[in-house]
């Protein structure tokens, strides 16, 4: 059984962050969904790619609908392009503006700015308290994922319910 502040906690912490970022980048007329796609992006491309929405959201750890949905608005803003693929019409690739990734990379600056405000309690990035946090944290979270994808070891089940006149 989960230590119930253990689960507040956790529980919090996305909602808290996802908060704190939608606040950081909202002059930039960005959520964080839309941030997350963006820079998810911005990276990407960085590394030499064009990627299409599914790898896009594969990268960004996000749902494809959701991802769909996210790159419409940033095309209908400006700040991303899809372009069909030659080499397979049903595909799109996506590529950021100018202004795209202008917009990225000073949200990136924001946001890493906000981490690290969040993080500050635990001292120096690189230094033993914080990389503890990390590690215990990526932990619980690599925990949680397979708790999520795969079933219980043990399942009981309750018998089924008598119903009257029936065997």
């Given at each position: 059984?989960?230590?119930?502040?253990?689960?507040?906690?956790?529980?919090?912490?996305?909602?808290?962050?996802?908060?704190?970022?939608?606040?950081?980048?909202?002059?930039?007329?960005?959520?964080?969904?839309?941030?997350?796609?963006?820079?998810?992006?911005?990276?990407?491309?960085r590394a030499g790619e064009t990627p299409s929405q599914q790898?896009?959201?594969?990268?960004?750890?996000?749902?494809?609908?959701?991802?769909?949905?996210?790159?419409?608005?940033?095309?209908?803003?400006?700040?991303?392009?899809?372009?069909?693929?030659?080499?397979?019409?049903?595909?799109?690739?996506?590529?950021?503006?100018?202004?795209?990734?202008?917009?990225?990379?000073?949200?990136?600056?924001?946001?890493?700015?906000?981490?690290?405000?969040?993080?500050?309690?635990?001292?120096?990035?690189?230094?033993?308290?914080?990389?503890?946090?990390?590690?215990?944290?990526?932990?619980?979270?690599d925990g949680a994922t397979e708790a999520s994808e795969s079933?219980?070891?043990?399942?009981?089940?309750?018998?089924?319910?008598?119903?009257?006149?029936?065997?």
């Amino acid at each position: 059984m989960v230590n119930p502040a253990t689960e507040a906690v956790i529980g919090r912490a996305p909602l808290a962050s996802t908060a704190d970022v939608d606040r950081a980048v909202a002059r930039l007329e960005l959520s964080h969904a839309r941030y997350a796609a963006l820079a998810s992006l911005r990276a990407l491309t960085r590394a030499g790619e064009t990627p299409s929405q599914q790898r896009l959201a594969v990268y960004a750890g996000s749902e494809p609908a959701s991802v769909s949905r996210t790159v419409r608005e940033l095309e209908r803003d400006g700040l991303v392009m899809r372009i069909l693929d030659p080499s397979d019409q049903r595909t799109r690739r996506l590529s950021l503006t100018e202004r795209g990734a202008a917009v990225a990379d000073e949200a990136n600056r924001i946001v890493q700015r906000l981490e690290r405000q969040l993080m500050a309690p635990l001292g120096d990035p690189r230094g033993a308290r914080a990389t503890a946090f990390a590690t215990t944290l990526g932990t619980l979270l690599d925990g949680a994922t397979e708790a999520s994808e795969s079933p219980p070891a043990t399942v009981r089940h309750a018998p089924a319910p008598v119903v009257a006149g029936r065997g």
